[in-house]
């Protein structure tokens, strides 16, 4: 299965990557399905330390996530870290939505890869725990490497990039790529963002051939490094 209507298809490393506008990359050549930062039961981790938000942030996460999966039913499904916003999220996780995820799991491999917020893994989820996936010819892992950053699919810094558009400055989430390295926007609903100016991503890229991939209402835009503004 290649692009989805407003999808933009790039090389990352030489392997073919499908940005999603709703912000999930899929790998057509080997069936995998890439979504990283959900932050799944942040309301929840909020609560329990006093700070009420509306508790519905987990399964607007997951809807969405449905629907990219029954948009390229992938082979593999990859979850890139900070799955859930704290190490009780997973366990924690009401019976209703531990089968939401079950069922889109069914029948095919999920690998959640451990992240900063939830490094222990997850707990009576289907899937296997790891820090890292090595899986087609690209490494998989929450935070980028400054070491080795060749063929890396990461998250954690949750990329976002600001444009001008008819006379107004637009911020939008984004996949950020260089063709070596690429960056994925954070996909759970309560997740900011941060600006691919950043100091934190200082040394990812190089910014001759950084182009950011904005997530639109139902497309990508492709915004090169130099034309960002912020």
Not at 99 to 112: E, F, P, T, V
Not at 180 to 185: A, H, S, T, W
């Amino acid at each position: 299965m290649g692009a989805a209507t407003g999808a933009e298809e790039i090389l990352v490393h030489g392997v073919v990557a499908v940005c999603d506008p709703m912000g999930s990359l899929y790998l057509p050549e080997t069936g995998l399905l890439v979504v990283s930062d959900l932050h799944l039961e942040k309301g929840a981790a909020f609560a329990r330390r006093g700070m009420m938000l509306p508790p519905y942030d987990t399964i607007a996460t997951l809807n969405i996530l449905s629907a990219v999966i029954t948009r390229y039913d992938p082979k593999v499904v990859v979850s890139l870290g900070d799955n859930f916003h704290d190490r009780k999220g997973s366990e924690h996780l009401p019976a209703d939505l531990r089968a939401l995820i079950s069922a889109m799991a069914c029948g095919r491999d999920w690998i959640w890869i451990n992240g900063n917020h939830d490094p222990d893994g997850t707990v009576d989820l289907p899937g296997a725990c790891t820090d890292e996936l090595f899986y087609g010819g690209l490494v998989f892992r929450h935070e980028p490497s400054l070491i080795s950053g060749k063929g890396e699919i990461a998250g954690h810094l949750h990329p976002a990039a600001t444009v001008r558009r008819r006379e107004k400055s637009v911020r939008r989430p984004c996949f950020a790529s260089d063709g070596n390295r690429l960056l994925m926007p954070a996909f759970g609903v309560l997740a900011g963002g941060l600006d691919l100016r950043h100091s934190a991503m200082r040394g990812l890229f190089d910014h001759e051939r950084l182009v950011a991939h904005l997530l639109g209402r139902d497309r990508i835009y492709s915004v090169r490094y130099g034309s960002l503004i912020g």
